[in-house]
């Protein structure tokens, strides 16, 4: 996966962060530039390949997560724990949520 440095990655959060007051204003300005990722795409978690069919804020609004499926079986996966392939277009915002969510935990 390409590496972003650290300035690149904190305009990126300045962007998706505009304006916003609060956390909650936060995760739905990185909800909103995810969105227009690539998808679906692929990925392997637990050893298992899935295709990634969406990207969004959870039920409570608390993280964003993205809508893995294989085969039949449908999971809501924290976007922060999803292993990214090494060409998926759009990496860089992901990067910058996982910064972003970094500095408040």
Known sequence: MTSWS???LDELIEQ???DCHDEEECLTGFSTVLEELDVPFRTTVLGAEVEVTDID???DGRIIV???VRDQWQQRI?????PLPSDLTGAEWIEAYRRWSGWRA
């Open 6 to 8: 650290d300035e690149q």
């Open 57 to 59: 804020l959870s039920g």
């Open 16 to 18: 998706a962060t505009a």
């Open 78 to 82: 924290a976007l922060l724990d999803l």
């Open 66 to 68: 993205a809508t893995c």
